[in-house]
């Protein structure tokens, strides 16, 4: 069995983080054969040779993937299929690229290398758990990344993900519009969670009973999956648009493919391993949402891609659009009212705009992703002769 390690960066501009998993595997004695990593921007290739005197290395250029051109024109895959799924929807100068697009360069490029087994880490995700010690005090630890993988990869599983430890993309914070807002981005599930936050400040530890289980969801930063699954299942897919002409990145590439996962009855387990996610760039500092304009920052991005992702999700789930749509809106214009009152930032009510933007958008979320499962069928059809 060929494995690969993936990572998407905009930049390659730091082996870190791809070392860190690289030693991790060397370590803990598993067996990665290449890694690949697709890029949009700059890429150094000092990194590069570092990185490839320890395991072969293979970098995708967004702009131009000539690896998978090559393979696919020897393979006599329709030109039109190329065009789909090798040109990029948007203009990679911004070095903006819908994260469905960036991941499946990854996929394509293993699965046309031979690759039978793909794991996926996200660059501000480590191969160590947050977790508590005797003393109650939190610690990091390193862990058998791989091997958690394996384990149930060899047991039958064909995708296998976790969730992450690590401070929560919702940061510590308390004003009256929480469920408002929740409710507006679709995450009123979240609420609970957000409005105890003075409590456990949004910090996510390992467990430590490590209980692996079957899931429904996958997070793209901690998975690996089986290449043949994809026979079955359509591409990661997620969108983009703009307003005022700045370009937004949907979210959501992973959730749909979970849920797609679940209803192809695709055998996949959550492995109770929950690797580091420094969300916002600065672990172990807390992320202070109420006077920090930098996380102020992220977490605008995180709202205008959630209300990016929300019209092709519901799309997916069957709910009705229309109905939807003028649910969430009114709670949306209250919490984000909240919101900018409690950052004092006016910048979060601006994204109600992307809200009606990105629902403007639907028609074209829905072609986009039928003409690419489409090319997808025929690219596998294509690798399978």
């Known amino acids: 069995m060929k494995t690969a390690l993936g990572m998407i ?3 390659l501009d730091s082996e870190t983080e791809l070392m860190g998993f690289v030693d991790n595997a060397e370590k803990y004695g598993q067996k990665i054969d290449c890694v690949i990593v697709a890029y949009t921007h700059q890429h150094d290739r000092q990194i590069e040779l570092n990185i490839s005197r320890k395991i072969p290395f293979f970098a995708v250029d967004i702009k131009n993937p000539q690896y998978c051109k090559e393979q696919m024109q020897r393979r006599g895959i329709p030109e039109s299929v190329m065009k789909v799924l090798l040109e990029c929807p948007v203009d990679t100068k911004r070095g903006l690229v819908p994260y469905g697009f960036n991941r499946m360069m990854v996929v394509m490029d293993a699965i046309l290398r031979g690759v ?15 977790k508590k010690n005797f ?3 939190i610690i990091e630890e390193e862990v058998d990344f791989f091997g958690a993988h394996f384990e149930h990869l060899n047991s039958g599983s064909e995708v296998t993900t976790g969730e992450y430890s690590g401070y929560n993309i919702l940061p510590p914070a308390k004003f009256d519009g929480m469920g408002d807002f929740l409710t507006g981005v679709q995450k009123p599930e979240m609420l609970e969670y957000w409005q105890t936050s003075e409590t456990h400040r949004c910090l996510v530890v390992q467990p430590d009973d490590i209980i692996a289980k079957p899931c429904k969801k996958i997070l793209g930063g ?3 999956i089986k290449l043949s699954t994809f026979q079955k299942l359509p591409p990661f897919f997620s969108s983009h648009y703009t307003l005022d002409g700045e370009l937004f990145l949907c979210r959501g590439e992973d959730t749909v493919l979970g849920m797609e996962i679940a209803q192809g009855g695709i055998a996949c387990t959550d492995i109770g ?7 916002y760039r600065l672990y172990p500092k807390e992320p202070d949402l109420k006077n920090d304009e930098s996380i102020q920052e992220r977490f605008y991005y995180a709202c205008t891609g959630w209300v990016g992702r929300n019209p092709f999700f519901n799309y997916v789930l ?3 659009l229309k109905e939807t749509r003028e649910f969430q809106r009114p709670h949306l214009e209250r919490g984000l009212r909240a919101l900018a009152d ?7 009510n601006g994204v109600l705009r992307n809200f009606d933007t990105s629902w403007d958008n639907i028609d074209r979320y829905i072609s986009e992703f039928d003409q690419a499962t489409e090319a997808w069928r025929k690219f596998m059809e294509g690798v399978k002769e």
């Open 318 to 320: 069957g709910n009705d």
């Open 9 to 11: 960066v905009r930049s």
């Open 342 to 348: 409690y950052t004092s930032n006016p910048r979060f």
């Open 222 to 224: 901690n998975m690996a």
């Open 135 to 137: 003393e109650g005090q």
């Open 116 to 130: 039978d087994t793909l794991f996926f880490v996200d660059s501000d995700v480590y191969a160590r758990v947050l």
């Open 273 to 279: 391993i929950n690797p580091l996610h420094d969300t």
